[in-house]
């Protein structure tokens, strides 16, 4: 017996999660194997590469936003959480205070250096070794030195001195003093060994943000100091994190079942965001045709569904009695639209790319592991 195939309204109708004035309905999904009496829901990758879409609604360097269509909740979220935790970049481990006179105690210099996001050649971090420290249990596995393949050197060296050249009665402290405040660009990188190849030019480890306000010196004060920048994750700390945002929502659906027609279209309009929904004339066509409810009313304006995409889901509209009956909102559960802010080391869009490949990897290993199992 061929299996049964479901009309393209009933498969529609499986993808949108309701959402209702006080509860969230047709959660779980569905198309899996043995759920559907006589359908077949199994898995195939012709399949998949038919269903699965990607679209790109915003690409700056430092942000983007994309929707990826046709997933399963679990792989969005696997990649939300690799872009998050598990792409290496290169942060401020250990910081040598050789002198610091500041009003800024050295534990929260360290600190406030440590979130300092930094920047350099790709190709080059790609390169690096990772740094094992000295582990806490005592297992007898020596800690890594430093050396070119896995650590990064920065120094810090400023004083603050008395401008002779400023203005009478001048009363600004970056005026009056040398040094007076201390940024993210008064960083200094020394490449040694083979950085010099892979860190040089354009690609040189620096911050991302120049103006970044490390501290405040006034005349006679001094920071003195030897960075040591090692490759990490998100996982181990937030500093190592390439995003400051990594984020996703399902997309939106409105459906008006019922006309919304004059006032009460106004009024339905301000229940979303700017320009989700429009105001529209009812056409004559649309006033004479029997049962659709916009007899005798045209020429008055009625509601339109524009733009579901930048709707924030409020349920708004389903707190008022003129809209009961009229309106079912609803998200749809495959079409995932991903927002992912740089911190500055990768670019927003490569950022993905590398969260494919951390997953590719992830895969290889769970095979290799399954296949030493079934040995």
Not at 291 to 307: F, I, N
């Amino acid at each position: 017996m061929a299996p049964l195939v479901p009309s393209q309204e009933e498969l529609q109708r499986r993808r949108i999660i309701g959402i209702n004035a006080e509860t969230v309905t047709n959660i779980p999904s569905t198309d899996f194997p043995g759920h559907w009496p006589g359908e077949s829901h199994s898995w195939a990758l012709d399949k998949f590469k038919n269903g699965f879409n990607v679209e790109f609604h915003r690409n700056d360097p430092y942000e983007a936003s994309f929707s990826l269509i046709g997933l399963d909740a679990a792989v969005a979220n696997a990649f939300r959480r690799i872009l998050m935790a598990e792409i290496p970049t290169l942060a401020i481990e250990y910081v040598f205070v050789h002198n610091n006179t500041s009003v800024i105690q050295d534990e929260v210099l360290a600190q406030r250096l440590g979130l300092i996001p930094l920047k350099g050649s790709v190709e080059g971090i790609n390169w690096m070794q990772w740094f094992r420290k000295e582990s806490e249990e005592d297992d007898g596995t020596p800690a890594d030195t430093p050396s070119d393949f896995n650590t990064v050197v920065m120094h810090l060296d400023v004083e603050c001195t008395i401008n002779a050249d400023a203005e009478p009665g001048e009363q600004d402290p970056r005026k009056l003093y040398h040094n007076a405040h201390v940024y993210a660009k008064d960083l200094t990188f020394h490449a040694v060994g083979r950085q010099e190849e892979y860190f040089a030019g354009d690609g040189a480890i620096q911050p991302v943000n120049p103006d970044i306000l490390i501290a405040k010196l006034r005349p006679g004060q001094v920071i003195q100091l030897e960075m040591h920048c090692i490759k990490g994750i998100g996982a181990d700390h937030a500093k190592f994190s390439p995003v400051a945002t990594a984020s996703y929502r399902l997309l939106p659906d409105i459906k008006i079942e019922r006309p919304i027609i004059g006032e009460d279209a106004k009024k339905f309009a301000k229940c979303f965001p700017k320009g989700v929904i429009t105001l529209e004339p009812v056409t004559s066509a649309e006033a004479s045709r029997p049962g659709s409810g916009y007899e005798g009313h045209a020429g008055e304006l009625k509601a339109v569904v524009r733009d579901a995409f930048n709707d924030t889901v409020s349920r708004e509209c389903l707190r008022h009695e003129e809209f009961q009956g009229k309106v079912k909102l609803g998200r749809v559960r495959d079409h995932f639209i991903f927002n992912v802010e740089s911190t500055g080391q990768f670019e927003s869009d490569v950022l993905f790319l590398e969260a494919v490949k951390v997953l590719k990897l992830k895969c290889a290993r769970w095979k290799r592991g399954l296949s030493d199992l079934m040995a």
